[in-house]
Nanobody, 120 residues
Framework: QVQFVESGGGLVQPGGSRRLSCAAS????????RGWFRQAPGKEREGVSC????????YYAGSVKGRFTISRDNAKSTVYLQMNSLKPEDTAVYYC?????????????WGQGTQVTVSS
C-alpha cells in the first residue's frame, strides 16, 4: 500500500501563501485521484480539494475555491496544494489520500499530515 508524505506546512500570516506537497513513499502509477483533507482542532476532517487521474479535473470545497489550487506531477508521483489568501480558519493539519473518483471518500491510511497555522 502506497503511503503519502505531506510537507510544506508552517506558520503564515493572514493573507499569505503556502504550498503543500504530497509525495508518494514509492513510485505509483498515479492511476488514482488524490485529495487534500484537513482537520482543525475540535473539528472533523473535511475534504479540501481533489484532482482526478484521468483528465486532471479539479474540485474544491466552497471555502477554498478561488484561493487554493491543486496540481500534480505524475513523474514525481507528487500532488501539490497552492494556498493563497490564507485565513485563520484555514489553520489545520493537512493530509492527502487516494480519493477514488474524487468522491470525498478517501481510502488507505493517513500520513502524519502537515500543520498549517495562519496567525498574525
Amino acid at each position: 500500500q502506497v503511503q503519502f508524505v505531506e510537507s510544506g506546512g508552517g506558520l503564515v500570516q493572514p493573507g499569505g501563501s503556502r504550498r503543500l506537497s504530497c509525495a508518494a513513499s514509492e513510485f505509483t502509477s498515479d492511476d488514482y485521484a488524490r485529495g487534500w483533507f484537513r482537520q482543525a482542532p475540535g473539528k472533523e476532517r473535511e475534504g479540501v480539494s481533489c484532482i482526478s487521474s484521468s483528465d486532471g479535473s479539479t474540485y474544491y470545497a466552497g471555502s477554498v475555491k478561488g484561493r487554493f489550487t491543486i496540481s500534480r506531477d505524475n513523474a514525481k508521483s507528487t500532488v501539490y496544494l497552492q494556498m493563497n489568501s490564507l485565513k485563520p480558519e484555514d489553520t489545520a493539519v493537512y493530509y492527502c489520500a487516494v480519493d477514488p473518483y474524487c468522491g470525498g471518500s478517501p481510502v488507505g491510511s493517513w500520513g502524519q499530515g502537515t500543520q498549517v497555522t495562519v496567525s498574525s
